[in-house]
T-cell receptor, first 109, second 113 residues
């Protein structure tokens, strides 16, 4: 099955700075790459996703980039705010959906 | 649109006991996933159903875990007998098909003592 690695495991930034989280995947057939945000004690919720036929996608302060050749994709959050503090998970999907280990993002006011 | 429903929300059992979790996906969603999320870790896929067929159960500890989705709608996940290391949140998610947004239930927090 698919193997997804995610880095870093923890990330602390100052409010207003940018945050970048990176993931690599093993199955070149994977064609859908979502990012989920999970706040403490809550369910994961989709924040952005990208398909393999697209290199970059933006939604306000959030963007995702995909490099199919290198089999890695990244989440970029600009102008971070304290409410962005959460755990973020990447996933790669072909037949099944496997998650990375997660990144705990802390945005300091 | 109603979300993914899971029950119970919390369960405390002693080791070696049995426990079952229930999931009702969003209406019309063919794909259903069960994940195990240990505190501080990412969700680990246990089993994936497409309608009532199993797509992937390679990470399901089959000596103690079982799952079914007999009518292709709701699903149950069972652990028998439970071990201390089974303490985790069990998340159910559903999608219309693979490769689309997955919606998660609230999860069942299992504590094995």
């Amino acid at each position: 099955g698919e193997n997804v690695e995610q880095h870093p495991s923890t990330l602390s930034v100052q409010e207003g700075d940018s945050a970048v989280i990176k993931c690599t995947y093993s199955d070149s057939a994977s064609n859908y790459f979502p990012w989920y945000k999970q706040e403490l004690g809550k369910r994961p919720q989709l924040i952005i996703d990208i398909r393999s036929n697209v290199g970059e996608k933006k939604d306000q302060r959030i963007a995702v980039t995909l490099n199919k050749t290198a089999k890695h994709f990244s989440l970029h959050i600009t102008e971070t705010q304290p409410e962005d503090s959460a755990v973020y998970f990447c996933a790669a999907i072909y037949n099944d959906m496997r998650f990375g280990a997660g990144t705990r993002l802390t945005v300091k006011p | 649109e109603a979300g993914v429903a899971q029950s119970p929300r919390y369960k405390i059992i002693e080791k070696r006991q049995s426990v079952a979790f229930w999931c009702n996906p969003i209406s019309g969603h063919a794909t259903l996933y069960w994940y195990q999320q240990i505190l501080g870790q990412g969700p680990k896929l246990l089993i994936q159903f497409q309608n009532n067929g199993v797509v992937d159960d390679s990470q399901l500890p089959k000596d103690r875990f079982s799952a079914e989705r007999l009518k292709g709608v709701d699903s149950t996940l069972k652990i028998q007998p439970a071990k201390l290391e089974d303490s985790a949140v069990y998340l159910c998610a559903s999608t219309q098909t693979g490769g689309t947004e997955a919606f998660f239930g609230q999860g069942t927090r299992l504590t094995v003592v």
